[in-house]
T-cell receptor, first 114, second 113 residues
Framework: AQSVTQLDSHVSVSEGTPVLLRCNYSSSYSPSLFWYVQHPNKGLQLLLKYTSAATLVKGINGFEAEFKKSETSFHLTKPSAHMSDAAEYFCVVIRSGGYQKVTFGIGTKLQVIP | SQTIHQWPATLVQPVGSPLSLECTVEGTSNPNLYWYRQAAGRGLQLLFYSVGIGQISSEVPQNLSASRPQDRQFILSSKKLLLSDSGFYLC????????????FGEGSWLTVV
């Protein structure tokens, strides 16, 4: 079985303060893990991905995530929030194989307060 | 480089009318293709996926259908739209390789009135 849990549906931070978006997963296989960002009425843009290399992954726009197998977590962080970071963020698990089972979290809406 | 195109971007259709959303991928061959729906304020729901021409798997029973007439073309259709079909539809693809990324089109916003 494969599942993704995003622990917060909404997160609100002040501009310039750290961002933490939490994601836990379960998978019977060795999955690849991703974070995507979606701005209103737009497609999903890849932020970063973990594919069994370094456990600390750096992405675009200053975001990074750390894969912790013991905790089955893949939390997304950023040291200092910017107004343009306000969007919805999705944690995604992909199982490799002929048919790549893709499982999405429910999404976390990030609000950045000026 | 690979690109994915999805159209139309927006459409307003009356209840009972047909639907056709089209998606094409460039720069790759034999991709896995997906159709997702994102209802307002909700997560992404997988509707259909395809691992090859003519091979369609449905995740959720509904009045929608999908077809893959060519390797890099994926079409979402309906003969008669329902109000509940309104939403944001996303086409996506992966290469099928380990660790590969899923890439999304820009989406199609469907409003059934």
């Amino acid at each position: 079985a494969q599942s993704v849990t995003q622990l917060d549906s909404h997160v609100s931070v002040s501009e310039g303060t750290p961002v933490l978006l939490r994601c836990n997963y379960s998978s019977s296989y060795s999955p690849s893990l991703f974070w995507y960002v979606q701005h209103p009425n737009k497609g999903l843009q890849l932020l970063l991905k973990y594919t069994s290399a370094a456990t600390l992954v750096k992405g675009i726009n200053g975001f990074e995530a750390e894969f912790k197998k013991s905790e089955t977590s893949f939390h997304l962080t950023k040291p200092s929030a910017h107004m343009s970071d306000a969007a919805e963020y999705f944690c995604v698990v992909i199982r490799s194989g002929g048919y790549q089972k893709v499982t999405f979290g429910i999404g976390t809406k990030l609000q950045v307060i000026p | 480089s690979q690109t994915i195109h999805q159209w139309p971007a927006t459409l307003v259709q009356p209840v009972g009318s047909p639907l056709s959303l089209e998606c094409t991928v460039e720069g790759t061959s034999n991709p896995n293709l997906y159709w997702y729906r994102q209802a307002a304020g909700r997560g992404l729901q997988l509707l259909f996926y395809s691992v090859g021409i003519g091979q369609i798997s449905s995740e959720v029973p509904q009045n929608l259908s999908a077809s893959r007439p060519q390797d890099r073309q994926f079409i979402l259709s309906s003969k008669k739209l329902l109000l509940s079909d309104s939403g944001f539809y996303l086409c996506a693809w992966t290469s099928g390789l380990r660790g590969n990324t899923i890439y999304f089109g820009e989406g199609s916003w469907l409003t059934v009135v």
